[in-house]
């Protein structure tokens, strides 16, 4: 067996407590970063999910305001009015949301 010295022996020593508290430090903190940026992802995706909720209300608010608007268009009544059918398709294809925007 290899005799090592006293001073070899306490480098070792220190050597070996020093790199397991590297090994335990480093560990912790990146036990806390993962969870971390897990409640930061969490947080992130809940308020784009209310803002994407928010968005689609609005835009349905929108879409019932335009059908609204155009069913009071004048045209568009006398149209409607007629009940022929071939008529109200035809004008149809030419009374399109794009025109009130």
Do not use: W, Y
Not at 4 to 13: C, E, G, N, P
Not at 64 to 72: E, I, P, Q, V
Not at 84 to 91: L, M, Y
């Amino acid at each position: 067996m290899v005799k090592l010295r006293m001073r070899t022996k306490f480098l070792l020593s220190m050597l070996l407590i020093s790199a397991g508290l590297t090994c335990t430090s480093l560990l912790l903190v990146r036990r806390s970063v993962q969870s971390q940026v897990k409640r930061g992802l969490f947080s992130d995706l809940h308020n784009s999910v209310g803002t994407f909720q928010s968005f689609q209300r609005e835009r349905e608010l929108t879409l019932t305001h335009s059908a609204a608007l155009m069913a009071d268009l004048p045209d568009l009544r006398a149209l409607m009015t007629t009940g022929h059918e071939a008529t109200i398709q035809d004008a149809a294809e030419h009374c399109t949301p794009h025109r009130l925007v």
